[in-house]
């Protein structure tokens, strides 16, 4: 996200956190539900951990999208134009 609009980069990170925080409340609602169908069913092996650790994964690799990453910086793009070989 290394935009030159300040406003536009602090809007995009806003509506990503806002659709992480909207990811993360599904993943509960769904959790739960999965836990009270197996709970209804007779309670045998645990199944829903299956569904839950995958919607985990998919959650936490927004989440590291989200937080985990820091923005491409001037000095990146400088160090990346050093290193690469021109063409002559």
């Given at each position: 996200m290394?935009?030159?609009?300040?406003?536009?980069?602090?809007i995009?990170?806003?509506k990503?956190?806002?659709?992480?925080?909207?990811?993360?409340?599904?993943?509960?609602?769904?959790?739960?539900?999965?836990?009270?169908?197996?709970?209804?069913?007779?309670?045998?092996?645990?199944?829903?951990?299956?569904?839950?650790?995958?919607?985990?994964?998919?959650?936490?690799?927004?989440?590291?999208?989200?937080?985990?990453?820091?923005?491409?910086?001037?000095?990146?793009?400088?160090?990346?134009?050093?290193?690469?070989?021109?063409?002559?």
């Open positions: 290394a935009d030159d609009d300040p406003r536009a980069d602090a995009g990170r806003l990503h956190r806002q659709s992480f925080q909207q990811n993360a409340l599904i993943f509960a609602g769904v959790a739960v539900l999965l836990v009270v169908i197996w709970a209804i069913s007779g309670a045998g092996y645990f199944w829903p951990v299956f569904p839950i650790v995958g919607l985990a994964i998919a959650l936490g690799a927004q989440a590291f999208q989200l937080y985990g990453q820091r923005p491409i910086s001037e000095d990146d793009i400088q160090r990346e134009m050093r290193r690469r070989p021109t063409d002559a």
